[in-house]
């Protein structure tokens, strides 16, 4: 089975850095994408980064030149360095691994538990 575990959220003031990291584990073949969703009280679920498969990012317009999305594929981990952070960032930040193919040929998608970021004014 594979698993996404994610690290790095908190309380910070605005105008302030946090560095999220979500590793996935269990028998991986192959990652096509990773990404970062959120998803604040009361709203829908939306996308904040994404890394494909081909080295290509792209970003929600509300983070763009704050945030920056890395991807380390030897260890199947993806990161979220957030900066310049504003009071409407808080939210529940999820990772999500799409097109991942496992060592016994299960293709799927997955979501990590989420860990909360909270930017105070």
């Known amino acids: 089975q594979v698993q996404l575990v994610e690290s790095g959220g908190g309380l910070v003031q605005a105008g302030g850095s946090l560095r999220l990291s979500c590793a996935a584990s269990?028998?991986?073949?192959?990652?096509?994408?990773m990404g970062w969703y959120r998803q604040a009280p009361g709203k829908q679920r939306e996308l904040v980064a994404a890394?494909?498969?081909?080295?290509?990012?792209n970003y929600a317009d509300s983070v763009k030149g704050r945030f920056t999305i890395s991807r380390d594929n030897a260890k199947n981990t993806v990161y979220l360095q957030m900066n310049s952070l504003k009071p409407e960032d808080t939210a529940v930040y999820y990772c999500?691994?799409?097109?991942?193919?496992?060592?016994?040929?299960?293709?799927?998608?997955?979501w990590g538990q989420g860990t909360q970021v909270t930017v105070s004014s």
């Open positions: 269990g028998s991986i073949f192959s990652i096509h994408a």
């Open positions: 890394s494909t498969g081909g080295g290509g990012t």
């Open positions: 999500n691994a799409r097109g991942v193919v496992t060592t016994t040929l299960h293709a799927g998608d997955y």
